[in-house]
């Protein structure tokens, strides 16, 4: 499986950002993608993900301002981004599970990463 992210930039505080993951390969055998972000000095955290099943999941710290989507067929998954804050700041990246996940189960693939930075 190989993942490309794309969709990032500068953008002010209050604004919004979509993200997209476009993935290729195997995607027959993807059960769940992730975003995950990290910035400069911290770790890499898991902000949202969505199964196959179209369940979801949400980091706390973005709930009701990021949604994740996708096609049905896992050809792209999105992030859209609204009410960003400074704090979003961080190179973002889609990460791709084969079989089982839980949110602190590391990923099977990785994307390059995209920046976000948010301006106050």
């Known amino acids: 499986v190989q993942l490309q992210a794309s969709g990032g930039g500068l953008v002010q505080a209050g604004g919004s950002l979509r993200l997209s993951c476009a993935a290729s390969?195997?995607?027959?055998?993807?059960?769940?993608v992730g975003w995950y972000r990290q910035s400069p000095g911290k770790q890499r955290d898991l902000v949202a993900a969505?199964?196959?099943?179209?369940?979801?999941y949400y980091a706390d710290s973005v709930k009701g301002r990021f949604t994740i989507s996708r096609d049905s067929a896992w050809n792209t998954v999105y992030l859209q981004m609204g009410s960003l804050k400074p704090e979003d700041t961080a190179v973002y990246y889609c990460a791709a599970h084969i079989g089982g996940w839980t949110p602190s189960k590391p990923p099977d693939y990785w994307g390059q990463g995209t920046q976000v930075t948010v301006s106050s």
């Open positions: 390969g195997r995607l027959f055998s993807i059960n769940t």
């Open positions: 969505i199964t196959s099943g179209d369940s979801t």
